[in-house]
Structure formats: C-alpha cells, structure tokens
C-alpha cells in the first residue's frame, strides 16, 4: 500500500540499509497499521529531495482519499501546504493568527505573520535580500560592489568542460581542473587563478551486504565469498573556484553527502584524486589530516544544528572548540574576545553564549554552527543542507548571512542540497548528482532556466510553489 518495492526483500532489511524516502515509507505503514481515522503527518517530507518529496505527499495524499481518513500536515514549507491541504491554518508562538481555504490564504493573507512568511519562500526572480522583511533588510550589513569582495568569478574565463565525442560538456561531468592536467603549482607558487578545490575521477565504494549476510559470515565455518561492492560515488570530476559558491545538488542517496565527507577527509576515498590549495590531500588518511594546519582551511557547518552541536557545551565553548583544537589563540580572556568577535560576526546575541543547545532556537544554533566554521578563518566552507531544518523566514535570514560572510570574507562554498530554490539564490554554479554520477553542471541561471539532462528537468518539475499574493 505504501509502494515499498520488492517487499518480502525490504521486510528483512534495517534502517540503516534503506533510503531516506524508503524509511519514510516504512514509517506511513507504522501509522497505518491501526486503520485511524487521522493521520498527523509531522514534518514529513524534512530532509528529503524533492522527487521524493512528491513522491511522499502523492502517497499520503492517495491514501487520505482511498481510506477516507482526515490528515493534518505539519509544516514550514508553504508550497507543500498549497499544493496538498484543503485549509491552512498559521500558527505563532503558541496562537492561531490565521485560518482559511489553502486557495484564500495563499491569494490574499491577511496577518503580518503570514505575509512575511509568505515572502520568505524562495522563488523565481527573487533575490536573497528580497526574502527579508524590509526592517530586516536595513539591519543587515551593506552590499559590498567590489567584485572580488562579492566572490563573484569571470565565467568568461572559466575552461570549458572536456567531454568525451557526443558528450554534452554541461552533462559529462568532467572538467580542465588544472593549466597543466595532473600538475599544480608548487608549494609558494600558487597561483591566485587555480581553482581552490580539484576533484577528479572521485570514487566510493561500500560492500554491498545487508546485516543478515554479516551475522552469516560472522557464524560461517566456510570462509564468506568476497561481497560485491556499491559505488556511491562513481568517478565524478569537478572544482570550485576561489570566492565561488557550487551548488551540489541531487535525491536523497545520489552521494552528494559522501562526496562531501570525502573533501572533509572524515572518511576514505576508494581511488582518485582530491586538491586543495595546492594540495593533494586524497592520500592524507582521515585522523592524520584532522591535525595538520591546513585542516583550518575547510571547515563544514552539518545538516541538523541540534545534532551537531555537544549538549554538554555552552555556545561559547562550542565557537571556541575549533580555536582550543587549531588556533593560535591562547588565554582565557582572548579566547572570549573573539568568540564574541564571532558571535557579533554572525547576529548572535552576546547573551547567548552561556546558554546550551537546548536553550536556544533553531535559528540561534545555527548561527553558533556557522560561528564555529569562520572561527579559523577557512578558504572553504561546506554546508551541508545548512537550513533543511529551518522554517523559511529563519531560513531567509541565515541565507543573508552566509552569502553577506562568503563577500566580507572571500571564501569558497560547497554547499549539498537538495532544494534547487535555494541553491539558485546562493550559487554560482550547480552540479546535479544522480546514483553516484554528475548528471549536468554549469552555472546556475543556465541550468535552472534551460535544464539538458531529464533528471534535471525531473527535480526542477517536482519543486512545490506557492502561489503569489494578489495585490
């Protein structure tokens, strides 16, 4: 019913062993199982791509017609509320400000709340700063124009992707990494115009065996047959210009995250090659790296503000943790200086500091994320899907943020996502991940007005959008 495939296989499997959409399934069958008369769908859709977004709300929407059950979808995300629910009814700390027929409330809201919301979902022709209420806007530290200081790249200048014959460039996944293939400039002659990150030919592989094949190998008195392997990652070749920001992009599973972790040196590559600065860091084991200096040029801000932040630490500890591991910051007193420094840097009040994750907001905790990864000043910063727990209008705000901090202090972004809205308000270029492989890349305004692979087309098709206020 809830169209898991191949279900006597999938009964005997673990979470860990199913996808993201997949576990959602498994968790609408929980709900199911007792016949009720309401469904309270919490959330549902967090943290998953697009296509399996719809595919999720396809099927609960399905379901709430076939068994003539009532659903209450909770959500922050208003394109998912005008395209499946009947009524919407906004909430605000603790109180209803607003009730009405999706097609009313989206065409003409009434409250405040509602329309700032209503403002801070992404869309076609919107900028970043147009998100933010207008009081928020003039708060909000200047615009610089310098391009260098925007981090703004000359894509005229930009090599073109080397495709194989028939291959379309943008679709081949490939690109001139270097003046001189397999060659970097040696250390002290770096020059300013190589890319900051080469990857090429970057490859993942897993054993391909389930918990019920290792509990047989583990009691076998027969020596177990060599599994065959899973490539999460299957040859993808890409760079990331200095100052830029790359959008990377694709369903739940497609390896975005593992290609991350792989540039974080936190886990292992199988084969290929990773530069940094100059630096070929792909044979660097993953505990060595985490104490060599150059660690400080890549830092990562994590999907879940809650999840990767200690408990057990205040926000200052958690800012000053990567200053105690790599800086050159000694003393008490100084150490609290620039977590404040820091704390003002990203729009966390000083107040804050003392209190411990569960103190704070999601909003709050994620700006101590991101204060965390500018401590050491990085060349890099990876962000993994950094506001996929956020509602819109705290989301807006920490989008602002990171483009304003990428322009003040000319770093390079990777930033994994599966929400092409908000890849096309902060990115540059976007590369677009499916079952291991780079299916198109280019820029961004490229690809999202003039889409070449069908997958492309595909999560462009199923991105759920409001409709506009009549004014």
């Known amino acids: 019913q809830v169209k898991i495939a191949r279900p006597r296989e999938r009964y005997h499997a673990y979470p860990f062993e199913l996808s993201g959409g997949m576990c959602q399934r498994v968790v609408i069958a929980l709900a199911l199982a007792c016949n009720p008369q309401l469904l309270i769908a919490d959330e549902p859709t967090t943290g998953l791509d697009v296509t399996t ?78 998100l933010l209420p207008a009081e928020e806007r003039a708060a909000m530290p200047a615009v610089f124009t310098s391009p260098r200081l925007r981090g703004e790249v000359d894509t005229a200048k930009r090599s073109e992707a080397v495709a194989g014959e028939g291959e379309s460039p943008r ?195 994620a700006r101590v994320g991101i204060a965390r990864a500018i401590a050491l000043q990085p060349k890099l910063i990876i962000l993994d899907e950094p506001t996929a727990a956020l509602d819109v209008s705290v989301q807006a705000v920490v989008l602002n943020l990171l483009q304003d901090l990428k322009r003040s202090m000319g770093m390079s972004y990777l930033f994994v996502s599966h929400d092409l809205n908000v890849v096309r308000l902060l990115c540059d270029r976007v590369i677009v991940m499916r079952a291991g492989r780079i299916v198109e890349q280019g820029a961004t305004e490229t690809v999202m007005e003039n889409p070449q692979d069908d997958y492309t087309k595909q999560l462009l098709t199923a991105i759920p959008h409001p409709p506009l206020p009549v004014h």
Do not use: W
């Open 53 to 130: 977004q719809k595919a999720v709300m396809d099927l609960i929407t399905e379901l709430t017609k076939s068994r003539g059950m009532s659903t209450i979808l909770i959500t922050h995300d208003l394109g998912l509320a005008a395209a499946y629910c009947d009524r919407v009814v906004v909430m605000q700390k603790g109180r209803v400000v607003e009730t009405a027929l999706s097609a009313d409330i989206f065409a003409n809201p009434q409250h405040a709340y509602t329309k700032k919301l209503m403002q801070a979902t992404p869309r076609l022709g919107v900028s970043l700063r147009d």
């Open 171 to 365: 679709a081949s996944g490939s690109v001139e990494a270097a003046p001189h293939p397999g060659l970097l400039p040696a250390s002290g002659e770096k020059e300013k115009s190589s890319p900051l990150l080469i990857i090429d030919n970057l490859v993942k592989e897993y054993p391909r065996q389930g918990a019920t094949a290792t509990l047989a190998k583990l009691f076998a008195r027969k020596p177990a047959p060599e599994p065959d392997v899973f490539r999460a990652v299957d040859g993808i070749s890409f760079s990331v210009d200095r100052g830029e920001s790359v959008g990377l992009v694709g369903e739940s599973g497609c390896g975005k995250s593992t290609t991350s972790m792989m540039v974080m040196r936190l886990i292992d590559k199988t084969s290929g090659r990773i530069a940094f600065d100059g630096d070929e860091i792909g044979e660097i084991a993953p505990k060595s790296f985490a104490r060599l200096p150059l660690r400080k040029s890549i830092q990562m801000v994590f999907q879940d503000p809650t999840d990767s932040l200690n408990p057990r630490f205040t926000a200052a500890r958690a800012i000053a943790d990567p200053i105690m591991q790599l800086g050159d910051i000694k003393g008490a007193d100084a150490l609290r200086a620039r977590c404040e420094e820091l704390a003002r840097q990203v729009g966390l009040p000083l107040d804050l500091l003392d209190r411990f994750p569960h103190q704070m907001s999601g909003g709050q905790k």
